[in-house]
């Protein structure tokens, strides 16, 4: 009963029964508790902290007063907690130095580090340069479709359209693709390849439709497993080259990545002469030979520090049997496990160029295409 009335009493805070207002500046008051007050501005606060997955849970008004109540709750646990004097408690203040060592750090990050690594004008035109065919635009038409299931009822309303009758009216009114008769007949805009609302992924399709001149209406097409077709060919644009200023934020979006990992490691590099790092032979990893260190990488859960392990290989036993193996995993961990294509593909085009006669060169090339966008199934 206490429950049912707190919630209810909360709820009314909510709905605006109690119209308390806090200082000036600040926003009504939904609840107190010592000498706390919590404000629908703390309240918001709070909530932008919630993952969008669960903040559903909190929309209804029910919701909204179970999760005013829990910050009540959890500032009666903060407030035992000072009376207690947990302030001072050794635990706490390990914690509480550890946190903001973490804090400062990450902030550090952001704006130290990540903020300047921002790729240069020379090095957007390079990657342009090199890339050129990545930023062309293909060849695409704006189609409408008046979808029959049979070739006899398609034919009718082929005579239909060769006596003057509107396509627009007939693609609403006769289309058997209740989608597509929404919106009479529209398909919108695909390419040669590409995917065709109602049609899928059709080539012998489009390449008929792409052969019609602009506002000629087709014969019927058979589509396969569909039925039959008939296209009003609206509008065309032809395949062109995008210039650098058309993709620069798309250029500048996947060389961030990179211009990050190279600022990070730059800056550490710079950081430990600043600070006059030294790691002794005694705190140094000792590693008798590569396949001993290879296996300590395959073993390492944290995939960066797996990768730190291999190129540690590469550095220390650059021309063992396991060299390659490394390279290979490097380009690997970045593709399959970080999602970093960028790195992903640097690492495997440096494979390429050190081992090009490796046993591994041909799944080298595969995860490149693939990388690319071009891969083709792997021959046996």
């Known amino acids: 009963m206490k429950k049912t009335c707190i919630l209810s009493l909360l709820l009314l805070l909510f709905l605006g029964a109690c119209g308390e207002k806090a200082s000036e500046g600040d926003s009504v008051v939904l609840a107190t508790i010592g000498d706390e007050t919590i404000t629908q501005s703390d309240f918001d606060a709070e909530l932008e902290k919630v993952p969008p997955f669960q903040r559903r849970d909190m929309e209804t008004p029910e919701g909204r007063a179970k999760f005013l109540e829990r910050m009540v709750e959890m500032e009666a646990l903060y407030l035992a907690a000072k009376d207690a004097g947990m302030e001072g408690d050794e635990d706490v203040v390990a ?11 990450k902030h ?31 060849a695409k038409v704006h189609a409408r ?3 029959s299931k049979s070739e006899d009822r398609s034919r009718e ?5 060769s006596g003057g009758a509107d396509f627009l009216l007939l693609a609403s009114e006769e289309n058997e693709d209740p989608a597509l008769s929404a919106e009479s007949g529209d398909l919108g805009w695909f390419t040669r390849d590409g995917y065709v609302r109602s049609v899928g992924v059709k080539q012998e399709f489009t390449d008929l439709v792409f052969a ?16 039959w077709a008939i296209v009003l060919l609206e509008e065309r644009e032809d395949a062109r080259q995008q210039d650098l200023e058309e993709v620069r934020s798309e250029i500048i ?24 790092a030294e ?19 395959q073993d390492t859960k944290d995939p960066r520090k797996r990768i730190d392990y291999y190129r540690q290989l590469l550095e220390q036993f650059g021309d063992s049997e396991q060299a390659d193996r490394a390279q290979f995993m490097i380009g690997f961990v970045f593709s399959e496990e970080l999602q ?33 966008g071009v891969a083709l199934p792997l021959e046996p």
């Open 95 to 105: 914690e509480h130095d550890y946190a903001v060592r973490q804090i400062m750090m």
């Open 108 to 138: 550090y990050y952001k704006k130290h580090i990540e903020a300047a690594a921002k790729p240069g004008d020379e090095d957007i035109a390079d990657y342009y340069e090199s890339h050129a065919e990545e930023f062309v635009l293909k």
């Open 145 to 147: 479709m008046i979808l």
């Open 157 to 161: 309303i082929a005579k239909k359209l």
């Open 212 to 227: 019609q001149e602009i506002g000629s209406i087709s014969d019927p097409i058979e589509i396969e497993n569909i039925g």
């Open 253 to 276: 979006r996947r060389l961030e990545p990179k211009a990050r990992e190279k600022m990070y490691r730059d800056s550490l590099d710079a950081l430990k002469e600043k600070y006059n």
């Open 279 to 297: 790691i002794f032979p005694s705190g140094k990893l000792q590693v008798g030979d590569p396949e001993e260190l290879f296996l300590l990488a």
């Open 340 to 372: 970093d294509t960028l790195q992903a593909k640097s690492a495997f085009e440096a494979y390429l160029e050190k081992y090009p006669e490796s046993d591994l060169a041909k799944d080298a090339k595969y995860m490149l295409d693939a990388l690319s």
